[in-house]
């Protein structure tokens, strides 16, 4: 009975892989190839040229996803989860026994690991608008005078999109499997048809047409890499989304049917091609039997609206995850789910990637012209999770340099490949990737810049917590029933909220908590070693409360798992008070002036802490401060 329960919720997560894991890489077969012989910049459609790229697209598949993602890379998990974040997480604590990074190296990967999460933020902008409308050009398939309509219909599916965000995957999640079981099977059958009528191209599954297609088109061949590539994005949404589904689940999706879905599919493809050069304009719905066209339409734009909806809330959990760890400034966060931590929506997010799905469609307003933007986000994450991965089997599972270079040499065979090519495409519109992470890099580096800045200079400035609390006992001021919780950033020194209550107030409440909430260097912590309470003097506690990653602090909880610990903390008689700071750029902190502004108008716009920390409102007391930064 365990082994049929076992099986069962196995196959269940699998089937939920099929939607959230492969709902981008499985819509790729939409572009991919077409771009290869009718985008911007086309290769010859020759029978040289097509077993060429196919047979990139064979080997790109099976290496990067099938060899580097799913036998290597799910293997570094944090605590069961996965994604750039929690694999840097994987490293040593700095100044811990195991620590043998220089802290220019360290400064230099963790650099690298927020521009890669930037460009996953610009990968979730283009995902949803390349996706969208690639589906829905198949209506010009059918007859030319839909044309007119596919930019209209693509803007409304993506404000649908974006909408229904705020009631929460759950419902719709149930649904992404069976859709993508059919769609999947649609994919498989249409290219069996095609590889029936023509099994020449599977000759393509030798890599010595992938040689010869760059030895005869130099680096012509090189800019079609930059096509070909996207065939395997979303491959490190296989990595990010572990925690969700688990290894086992992941693979077994992938090999079970993923693959040989996509594989058959893009065969098929190459195989139309051979017998109709005529077809490469979009050679995915021509495959199609016309009596079939619209309804494979459908299924296509429902697909990527799946895909979408996986790349929407990857960002929402990039941005909780940012958060937590100091990169982000606070957020609005709605937990749209009682049961799953992770379903979560953010306003803010979804209103900036909205907006920027509709700028970009209606600014390319192709997509064969929007698909040059794509691919660098994806190959620049890519090579940037290869290398922190040769860092964590080096550095924490102790692998030799040697062993683990050969393995990660050939992961950056691949990746720099794509990488050099995709960059070919910056002026055909890639730029826009990297302007879109250069600046959310500056922000997210901005912030916890000024967030460590300010916690230094608290630091040297505080008072001791000994010298506080031996004061109180001396001059005994009027203390006042109930309890007062201070927020602070450092779990040392007295906090500046508190000193400036007593200065101006003259009085204390019986009970009076110092809390800090810390960020664990893992995606979750159980609640019995989330609170450490420290008994102090004169009713005076010192409460730590540690949360992962990926998860939203909660300071009612805090507050009864410390009574639980004996802190006498009655929720009704409970006051909360918080620090508003105001800052003032004309200070001596080494940040630039600019990024002292910049980091004063973020902090002045970073949401209510009382909504971040779940404080009720109406027992809260905010005590501003002007600080020079």
Not at 419 to 448: C, F, P, Q, R, Y
Request: glycine fraction near 10%; proline fraction near 5%; include cysteine.
């Amino acid at each position: 009975m365990a082994d049929d329960a076992h099986h069962s919720r196995l196959t269940a997560l699998a089937l939920g892989a099929l939607g959230v894991v492969f709902g981008d890489i499985g819509t790729s077969p939409l572009y991919a190839v077409r771009e290869c012989f009718h985008g911007l910049h086309a290769i010859a459609l020759t029978e040289a040229n097509v077993l060429g790229v196919l047979s990139l697209i064979f080997w790109s598949l099976l290496m990067v996803v099938g060899v580097k993602y799913v036998s290597f890379i799910l293997r570094a998990d944090n605590h069961g989860e996965g994604g750039i974040f929690a694999l840097l997480a994987l490293l040593p604590l700095r100044g811990s026994p195991g620590d043998d990074l220089g802290r220019k190296a360290r400064t230099a990967i963790i650099m690298a690991a927020v521009f890669g999460s930037a460009l996953l933020y610009g990968d979730g902008i283009i995902t949803p608008a390349v996706s969208v409308l690639s589906a829905v050009e198949g209506l010009s398939v059918a007859t030319t005078a839909l044309e007119p309509a596919i930019l209209p219909v693509t803007c409304a599916i993506l404000i649908g999109l974006f909408l229904m965000q705020k009631h929460g995957t759950g419902r719709i999640g149930a649904l992404f499997g069976p859709v993508m079981i059919f769609w999947f099977l649609a994919l498989a059958s249409l290219g069996l048809i095609h590889i029936w009528n023509d099994p020449r191209i599977l000759w393509a599954v030798n890599p010595l047409y992938a040689a010869a297609f760059f030895r005869d088109n130099g680096l012509h061949g090189m800019v079609v890499l930059g096509s070909v590539v996207l065939c395997i994005t979303g491959g490190e949404a296989l990595y990010a989304d572990m925690g969700h589904f688990g290894r086992r689940a992941i693979r077994l999706s992938w090999n079970g049917l993923v693959l040989p879905a996509l594989l058959l599919n893009y065969f098929g493809q190459g195989a139309l091609l051979l017998a109709d050069p005529s077809t490469a304009d979009n050679p995915f719905f021509q495959m199609v039997p016309e009596f079939l066209l619209y309804p494979l339409v459908a299924l296509a734009t429902v697909a990527t609206i799946i895909a979408s909806q996986a790349m929407i809330s990857g960002a929402f959990s990039l941005t909780q995850q940012a958060i937590q760890l100091g990169y982000c400034p606070r957020m609005h966060i709605v937990h749209t789910s009682g049961q799953e931590r992770g379903q979560i929506y953010i306003p803010l997010v979804n209103q900036a990637l909205m907006l920027g799905c509709l700028g970009l469609v209606l600014f390319f307003r192709e997509s064969s012209r929007l698909a040059g933007a794509y691919g660098i986000a994806v190959t620049a994450t890519m090579t940037i999770t290869s290398i922190a991965y040769f860092l964590v089997i080096t550095r924490t599972w102790r692998w030799s340099p040697f062993r683990a270079g050969i393995l990660v040499a050939l992961f950056l065979v691949f990746d720099a490949s794509y990488l050099g090519a995709n960059l070919l495409k910056l002026a055909d519109g890639g730029w826009i990737t990297i302007a879109i992470a250069l600046a959310i890099s500056v922000l997210m580096s901005t912030w916890k810049r000024g967030r460590a800045e300010l916690a230094a200079q608290s630091l040297t400035t505080r008072l001791p917590i000994e010298i506080f609390i031996g004061d109180v006992g001396t001059f005994k001021p009027h203390r006042v029933p109930g309890t007062a919780v201070f927020m602070t950033l450092n779990d040392q020194g007295t906090p500046l909220t508190l000193l400036h209550h007593f200065k101006h107030n003259k009085i204390l409440h019986e009970t009076v908590l110092l809390l800090t909430i810390r960020s664990a260097q893992s995606p979750t912590v159980p609640e019995s070693a989330r609170v450490e309470v420290t008994v102090l003097e004169q009713g005076f506690y010192r409460v730590v409360a540690q949360y992962g990653f990926m998860e939203t602090p909660h300071v009612p909880d805090v507050l009864r798992l410390a009574r639980a610990q004996g802190v006498q903390a009655d929720p009704a008689s409970t006051t909360f008070f918080l620090g508003r700071e105001t800052i003032l750029p004309s200070g001596k902190a080494p940040m630039a002036e600019w990024r002292k502004r910049l980091f004063s108008f973020m902090s002045r716009n970073a949401g209510r802490p009382t909504t971040f920390f779940g404080i009720p409102p109406s027992r809260t007391v905010e005590l501003g401060a002007m600080i020079e930064l």
